[in-house]
């Protein structure tokens, strides 16, 4: 008789860790899995809930049709050797708070976080997603020890994509056919750059009046608000989560990527030790360059100012460490 049976597998593909198995996390999960990108380790403290929302997204696959293995745990080791670490945990806003307001809390979290993680995936490039983005990233970056390019925060991606939807609303086009250019921290002093926005190669500023289209960028810089003020449980996820499965795809596949999120800056834009949001390539080695754009006098002071403000929180965040690690 024919032996019927397999043994397992003894090689894997491309991993991607995801430490936080809230809305983001998962729904990130859902995505990397069903566009067969890499197989998933979710992460949580909170216990079974990474391993039943593992469960239930490997229970899809026959549906689905696709082989990527999701596992949920709440142990690093099981995260031991990934390609990529994608960092959700802390808490989302609730409605009447600012990304701000919630860097005591994440920050703690976030450092935590990092630091388990590349304990047991030293290799691995780092994309973070908590908020407030740009000091988070900052942070965990420091608790890293990697170098600076393998740090990234994702949230050009999505302030640009909500800009290229609102554009798209607004003229009655195809989103497909909208690239949008989103500057600066992912806060109310983001940056939004319609001179190099366009539809179908053409600049919006050459389709729209000024009033049209600076409704639209206080729109885009409002995005996340709009969303926590009408959910009132929480914050999006949907449009963040797809965002990131775009980065975390630009990487393992060295697809050379332009977009635009918050890198390292050693000098570009007159800036240096800090994150923020600037058009970089994207590939296999993670922010592989970044790109210096000419700004007009009002995109510098604009930029300039979102800068300022992320310095700014990020000495107040390495106080709040500093002084919780004292008491
Ligand atoms: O553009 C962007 N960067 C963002 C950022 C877009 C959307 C959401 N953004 C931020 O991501 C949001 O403001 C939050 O700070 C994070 C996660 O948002 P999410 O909506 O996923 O929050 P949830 O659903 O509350 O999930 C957070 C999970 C939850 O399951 C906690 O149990 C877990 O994080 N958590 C932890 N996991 C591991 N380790 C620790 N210490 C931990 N603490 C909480």
Known sequence: MTSTSFSPPTCSGPRVAVIGAGRVGSTLAQRIAEKNIADVVLLDILA????????????????????????????YKDTAGCDIVVITAGLPRKPGMSRDDLIKTNAKIVVEATKNAVANSPDAIFIVVTNPLDVMTFLAWQASGLPGRRVIGMA???????????????????????????????????????????????????????????????????????????????????????????????????????????????????????????????GCRGVEKVLELPLTENEQTAFKASAESVRQNIDRAKELIASASES
């Open 156 to 282: 050009g991606v999505l302030d640009s994509a909500r800009f290229q939807t609102f554009i798209a609303m607004e003229l009655g086009l195809s989103v497909q056919d909208i690239n949008a250019l989103v500057l600066g921290d992912h806060g109310k002093l983001m940056v939004p750059v319609p001179r190099y926005c366009t539809v179908g190669g053409i600049p919006i500023t050459d389709l729209m009046d000024a009033a049209t289209i600076e409704r639209l960028v206080e729109r885009t810089r409002n995005g996340g608000t709009e969303i926590v003020e009408l959910m009132q449980t929480g914050s999006a996820y949907f449009a963040p989560a797809s965002s990131v499965a775009l980065m975390v795809e630009a990487i393992l596949l060295n697809q050379s990527r332009l977009v635009t999120a918050a890198a390292y800056l050693e000098g570009e834009y007159g800036l240096r030790d800090l994150f923020l949001g600037v058009p970089c390539r994207l």
């Open 48 to 75: 079974g809930m990474p391993q039943g929302i593992a469960l239930d997204l490997m229970e899809a696959r026959g549906v689905e049709r696709h082989d990527r293995q999701i596992t949920g745990t709440n142990d």
